[in-house]
């Protein structure tokens, strides 16, 4: 899956996690990652949202929820 940059399901499950209000470890694990250590967990869901794709996608699911919001009032 191609996505504005985004190359896998999973990246984008964490991009919409993120949207969604999740935080980012939380969203790391919701979205398939693995690892033995929640440490890792948490130091991996960092490094991939300091992933300019991944923020670029965060901030794009972001605008649509707000422009969804506003266009219902």
């Given amino acids: 899956m ?3 940059g985004i190359r896998y399901e999973r990246q984008e499950l964490f991009c919409a996690y993120v ?16 690892s033995k250590k929640r ?10 949202a300091r ?8 901030t794009e699911l972001n605008k649509k929820t707000v422009e969804s919001v506003l266009k219902k009032k």
């Fill in 2 to 4: 191609e996505r504005k």
């Fill in 51 to 58: 992933n300019p794709r991944i923020r670029d996608r965060i």
């Fill in 19 to 34: 949207a969604a209000g999740m935080s980012y470890t939380d969203a790391y694990i919701e979205a398939g990652y693995e």
């Fill in 39 to 48: 440490s890792t967990c948490i130091k991996k869901a960092s490094d991939l």
